[in-house]
Nanobody
Framework: QVQLVESGGGLVQAGGSLRLSCAASGLTFSRSAMGWFRQAPGKEREFVAAVRWGAYSPIYADSVKGRFTISRDNAASTLYLQMNSLVPEDTAVYYC?????????????????WGQGTQVTVSS
């Protein structure tokens, strides 16, 4: 059974930083493309970042490029999202997602497994 468990969310002031983690189990993590998505109240789930198994050339949403960094530790089966220079518009529930294949994607429909989400709230 595949499990993705996010942690690291919380309340932070604008300009601050948070680091999200996603612990994966039950899948061949090193061969799974991984992604972060987020969903704000009343909005659709949107893509944040994705990384392939080799952790090179990740992709980012334009809204987070230059502020967020996605990374992964295949030995620990853990995905990370370092979020810097946070703004109130980053407030959302952040979800970790995994694909059964190595190819990364910005489309939520392409992901096979999802975590339960972690709340990030940025105050102004």
């Amino acid at each position: 059974q595949v499990q993705l468990v996010e942690s690291g969310g919380g309340l932070v002031q604008a300009g601050g930083s948070l680091r999200l983690s996603c612990a994966a189990s039950g899948l061949t993590f090193s061969r799974s493309a991984m992604g972060w998505f987020r969903q704000a109240p009343g909005k659709e789930r949107e893509f944040v970042a994705a990384v392939r198994w080799g952790a090179y050339s990740p992709i980012y949403a334009d809204s987070v490029k230059g502020r967020f960094t996605i990374s992964r530790d295949n030995a620990a089966s853990t995905l990370y999202l370092q979020m810097n220079s946070l703004v109130p518009e980053d407030t959302a529930v952040y979800y970790c997602a995994a694909r059964r294949i190595v190819r990364m994607s910005p489309m939520a429909k392409d992901y096979d497994y999802w975590g339960q989400g972690t709340q990030v709230t940025v105050s102004s």
